[in-house]
């Protein structure tokens, strides 16, 4: 891991520099336990040294029971400085996608931000749980074993220089390859991801249409696929243990050779030979720790970069930190405005020079066929994006001019789709204003006619919606997210076809209490029907992102040419 991810240490920071001095404690009495063998064997016993034999060899049980401990405690500290890192990285994740404009999260898929947020961060912390003991244990334990080795016997130790440069290089041939082998396997995951998020958000539509089979073919081969590259990267990673194993058994025949022919020379010692085959052991140990280590590693730089990538993704907007608060009456105007979606076309604009004005309490509504801009200028008003040229004003300011918190404050957008949060009707009302009264809380409900959705519920407010609003139906949905924008208090309200799945009748009783309670409500209504807009105060007919025509019902049906057609193929359809 980069430098970049380092300050989300700073909460553990405590944990991890204990973690870290009871690993090199453990270490230094592991590594010691050998030389102090090798002592007693050569010295106490060679000379039938009874005292010396006793004195070492309680040094010997004292430092391996007390490594035993100091491990325990080491591992406490190193689980929670991964613990601790995990969690406060994917808390920055999380941050760093809520402060995100919506052309930013636009950049990422939503299955891959899951991935990312769960298997990507677990993966790191995963890594720092097991790799601190590895990372700082391994290079301190050989160091100490070669010092060590070399102090009891430089001739016999020199077997350690000839084998642990083969071993190291075709550790690090390992490492290097299998590396783009994990970036693959993030990807494919990825996809993996997002095939099952879309089958499950979408599995009445495949019932429906009998298409199971077919996405279990597509979610096989995409299985096969992920399946393919995860087996090469495993493969890959299982070299490591035999080609360890090798060096192992090799430099164990090496120390016998040589330490044997030594010992027969008088130059080397069974109890210097004894303690460096342990030497071997622990040497082996630690660079097959740091193989797996490396290797880890490689996994864990894919998912890294992953998650930088999240978190040093840059908002393209800029709010102004400022006081300036937006009226209760509020005018909007609306100016030569121009959009054009990021990454299109110099000449691909959705919206082409859109002029119109809005006084306070009055009702625009906006009407047009797919994809000629409606959904696009809505968000735009509430500054979702930015518009590429003109102005938007709101109250005699540029909404440019306003803080984020002070314009969403004023202008409040009902999605075709809105989302309900898990809970209760209760809790998802006071999502919109958490201080809302009873009695705000009632005429909320009245409006939208969501009363009469919580009078037939058993637990009335209290009753749980589901994930995602499940338990209730696409036009109560559509209701209670009504309720709970409108307790949001917005001095411009803006239905962006939100109340679709109402009929046209309870659809116009909700229009008619709207104006009723809420007299002062600068509404702004986009929708397919001109059931839903022909009593607004001012119609916009958007084709093709530009104005097509301007007025009212009465003189759009007389004389725009779209509108015409909407209205008379939509009355025909009445009647029928």
Do not use: C
């Given at each position: 891991m980069k430098?970049?991810?380092?300050?989300?240490?700073?909460?553990?920071?405590?944990e991890g520099i204990l973690a870290i001095f009871f690993i090199l404690f453990e270490t230094v009495l592991e590594t010691l336990v050998p030389f102090m063998a090798s002592r007693v064997v050569d010295v106490g016993i060679a000379n039938n040294d009874l005292p010396y034999i006793y004195k070492w060899g309680a040094l010997m049980v004292c430092s391996a029971f007390l490594a035993f401990f100091i491990g325990i405690i080491g591992v406490r500290y190193v689980a929670r400085t991964g613990q601790g890192f995990g969690a406060e990285l994917r808390?920055?994740?999380?941050?760093?996608?809520?402060?995100?404009?919506?052309?930013?999260?636009?950049?990422?898929?939503?299955?891959?931000?899951?991935?990312?947020?769960?298997?990507?961060?677990y993966t790191i912390q995963n890594a720092i749980i097991i790799g601190m003991r590895g990372i700082f244990r391994a290079p301190f334990m050989i160091t100490m074993v070669l010092m060590l080795s070399f102090n009891m016997n430089s001739k016999v130790a020199i077997v350690f220089a000839l084998t642990l440069p083969v071993i190291a290089f075709a550790m690090l041939v390992i490492v290097f390859r299998v590396r783009p082998l994990y970036e693959r396997m993030q990807r494919n995951f990825d996809e993996l991801n997002r095939t099952l998020q879309e089958n499950f958000q979408a599995i009445r539509v495949v019932k429906a249409y009998v298409t199971e089979e077919q996405e279990e073919a597509k979610f096989k081969a995409i299985n096969k696929m992920y399946r393919k590259?995860?087996?090469?990267?495993?493969?890959?990673?299982?070299?490591?243990?035999?080609?360890m194993q090798l060096g192992?058994?090799?430099?164990?025949?090496?120390?016998?050779?040589?330490?044997?022919?030594?010992?027969?020379?008088?130059?080397?010692?069974?109890?210097?030979?004894?303690?460096?085959?342990?030497?071997?052991?622990?040497?082996?140990?630690?660079?097959?720790?740091?193989a797996q280590i490396l290797?880890?590693?490689?996994?864990?730089?894919?998912?890294?970069?992953?998650?930088?990538?999240?978190?040093?993704?840059?908002?393209?907007?800029?709010?102004?930190?400022?006081?300036?608060?937006?009226?209760?009456?509020?005018?909007?105007?609306?100016?030569?405005?121009?959009?054009?979606?990021?990454?299109?076309?110099?000449d691909n604009y959705a919206l082409k020079n859109i002029n119109f004005t809005l006084k306070a309490g009055e009702t625009l509504g906006i009407i047009g066929q797919t994809g000629s801009g409606k959904s696009t200028l809505v968000h735009l008003l509430a500054r979702l994006y930015d518009v590429t040229d003109g102005e938007i004003i709101l109250d005699d300011h540029n909404v440019k001019d306003y803080s984020a918190d002070n314009l969403l404050d004023a202008i409040n957008i009902v999605f075709q789709n809105n989302m309900l949060f898990s809970g209760t009707i209760r809790d998802n009302l006071l999502w919109g204003n958490k201080d809302a009264s009873d009695e705000e809380i009632?005429?909320?409900?009245?409006?939208?006619?969501?009363?009469?959705?919580?009078?037939?519920?058993?637990?009335?407010?209290?009753?749980?919606v589901g994930q995602a609003g499940s338990l209730l139906s696409g036009g109560q949905k559509q209701r209670i997210a009504l309720a709970r924008a409108l307790l949001k208090r917005p001095k411009i309200l803006v239905l962006d076809d939100s109340l679709s799945a109402i009929d046209t009748i309870n659809e116009g009783k909700i229009r008619t209490k709207l104006r009723k309670l809420y007299p002062q409500l600068t509404l702004i209504i986009v929708a397919q029907r001109?059931?839903?807009?022909?009593?607004?105060?001012?119609?916009?007919?958007?084709?093709?992102?530009?104005?097509?025509?301007?007025g009212t019902h009465n003189s759009l049906v007389e004389n725009d040419e779209i509108y015409h057609d909407i209205y008379t193929t939509q009355l025909k359809g009445a009647k029928a």
């Open positions: 430098k970049g991810l380092f300050k989300y240490f700073k909460v553990v920071w405590k808390r920055a994740q999380f941050a760093k996608l809520q402060s995100l404009d919506q052309e930013a999260r636009d950049k990422f898929a939503v299955s891959s931000l899951i991935t990312r947020l769960t298997n990507d961060t590259v995860a087996s090469n990267a495993f493969m890959t990673v299982s070299l490591n243990s035999p080609i192992l058994y090799s430099t164990i025949i090496g120390l016998l050779l040589v330490g044997g022919n030594l010992i027969n020379t008088g130059e080397a010692k069974i109890g210097e030979i004894q303690g460096l085959l342990t030497f071997v052991l622990q040497l082996l140990n630690a660079m097959l720790m740091l290797i880890m590693f490689g996994r864990t730089s894919a998912s890294k970069s992953r998650i930088s990538e999240v978190l040093n993704t840059d908002t393209s907007l800029e709010y102004l930190i400022n006081d300036l608060s937006v009226k209760a009456k509020p005018s909007l105007i609306v100016k030569d405005v121009s959009f054009k979606y990021p990454g299109t076309s110099d009632n005429r909320a409900l009245e409006a939208s006619l969501s009363d009469e959705i919580v009078n037939k519920l058993a637990n009335g407010l209290n009753s749980e001109v059931s839903a807009i022909k009593d607004a105060d001012h119609i916009l007919v958007l084709h093709e992102g530009e104005i097509h025509g301007a």
